[in-house]
């Protein structure tokens, strides 16, 4: 296919997604299904297109006067892919599959409009009413911190070091572009591509089937390491969902102690198994009843909480979550977070640590509920990270937003991940 017929394709994507509210990845496998002559490199110039006009959707609304899906797709190939105009039409003349041209309003909004003159939400591409909350969370640098999450990410994995080292996971996935990652200790980064290109299948690889790797934002990976569980540590991984966390920790603990992987929802903690198993795992005990977890009381070095959230720190990964949330989801997840983080703390031992994540960047989701948990638990304060992020990651290292509360802030400006938030809460002895 031709950049006409990508284009065609990516503009049917984007009404699908829009007429019938569907997920993104719903939406580009149907289409998949439907063009079955479309090769593997035409399905995904497609879905760039996508998720970078989702990505910048308002900015590209606003310059070309026109949030139509013809609009958004065209305003990414000339705006992200830098082409114009004219070296669009002419490409297109003798295409068949082309979309119909741009219209003359399209044009003449594109070339008079300067986003400088828009609404400051509309230049960070985010949703007016969270504009508050970014301003209450970074002050003047909220609009830098939106932009960031607007840019396409890179693809990042962990090195399993129960099973390789770093050093051998990237000589495996030489040829796919990988590098050692600046900050994750175990991580290794794929660089973005630009335009149409795509990013490697690397779970098709036979190291990842080995389960030297796993596929794993940096920030996450972050966040697990700042746990620091010790290696004779009993810790509670109470939101375990797929294991992410829970595969991190184990392997920093050299398979030595042991951690509770537990989630409420036993669909989400079912791929865990075959996870745990892939990277010879060993010191695991998974629950899916509440029940089973009775004896732990009281009794556990680490809790950690990786609470449901909005997923604002992830919206460059999931672009269609930043249009659909709500302030109702906002609220929905800060009583999921309070339930959760309430439940948990029964487990930590005197002299414990209940350690709260989410992968969301506004406030009330964060800092606001940690000193809230405080408030209402005196027995627990929240514990500065400031030396674990120096001797983790050393002094020199990107820094992510540090409040005087003690809890951090990772973000795609700060420290280039995801956003990620994580504050430590001590029990007193
Ligand atoms: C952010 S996800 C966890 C991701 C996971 N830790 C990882 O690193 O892959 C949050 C999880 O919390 C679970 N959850 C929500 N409320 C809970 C509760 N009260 N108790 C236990 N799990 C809960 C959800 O089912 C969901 O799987």
Redesign the pocket.
């Known amino acids: 296919m031709r950049l006409g017929g990508r284009l065609a394709g990516a503009i049917d994507v984007l009404a699908d997604i829009e007429n019938r509210k569907r997920p993104v990845a719903d939406a580009l496998k149907d289409w998949g299904l439907a063009h079955r002559f479309a090769g593997s490199g035409d399905r995904a110039a497609i879905g760039n297109i996508v998720y970078d006009a989702l990505r910048m959707r308002l900015s590209h609304a606003w310059l070309m006067d026109d949030d139509s899906p013809a609009a958004l797709a065209y305003a990414v190939i000339i705006r992200q892919w830098h082409m114009t105009p004219e070296a669009l039409q002419s490409d297109f003349t003798d295409d068949r599959f082309a979309p119909p041209a741009l219209t003359e309003a399209n044009v003449t909004a594109l070339a008079s409009r300067n986003l400088d003159d828009a609404p400051l939400h509309v230049q960070g591409d985010i949703p007016d009413w969270i504009q508050p909350s970014f301003e209450a969370n970074f002050g003047e640098e909220w609009l830098v911190e939106a932009k960031a999450l607007a840019a396409r990410p890179s693809l990042d994995l962990r090195a399993n070091t129960l099973k390789a080292s770093r050093d051998k996971v990237v000589k495996a996935l030489e040829r796919s572009g990988a590098k050692a990652s600046h900050l994750a200790r175990n991580g290794i980064r794929i660089a973005a591509g630009e335009g149409a290109s795509r990013l490697p299948n690397v779970t098709a690889e036979l190291s990842f089937q080995k389960g030297w790797f796993e596929v794993q934002d940096e920030g ?1 990976q972050i966040v ?1 390491d700042l746990v620091q569980p010790g290696e004779h540590d009993q810790v509670l ?10 595969l991190a920790m184990a392997a920093a603990m050299h398979n030595k102690g042991q951690i509770h992987a ?4 036993r669909k ?2 079912a791929p865990i198994i075959e996870r745990l198993r892939r990277a010879g795992t060993r010191n695991v005990q998974v629950h899916d009843d509440p029940r089973q977890l009775e004896a732990l009381k009281d009794k556990l070095d680490a809790v950690l909480v ?4 909005t997923g604002t720190g992830t919206w460059r990964r999931r672009p269609d979550t930043k249009w659909r949330l709500t302030p109702r989801n906002l609220e929905e997840r800060i009583s ?1 977070q309070q ?2 983080l309430s ?2 703390a029964a487990f930590v031992k005197p002299g414990g640590a209940l350690v709260y994540v ?2 969301s960047i506004l406030p009330e989701e964060n800092d606001r509920q940690a000193a809230r948990f405080c408030e209402n638990n005196p027995d627990f304060t929240v514990a500065s990270v400031a030396d674990g992020w120096e001797r983790l990651f050393g002094k020199d290292s990107p820094r992510p937003r540090m409040r005087d509360g003690g809890g951090v802030t990772l973000t795609p400006a700060s420290t280039d991940t995801d956003g990620f938030f994580f504050c430590r809460m001590q029990r007193k002895s």
């Open positions: 996450s697990a991984d109470y939101c375990a969902g797929g294991g992410g966390k829970t537990y989630d409420a929802d989400r903690l990786d609470a449901p959230c999921q339930e959760a439940e948990a989410t992968c």
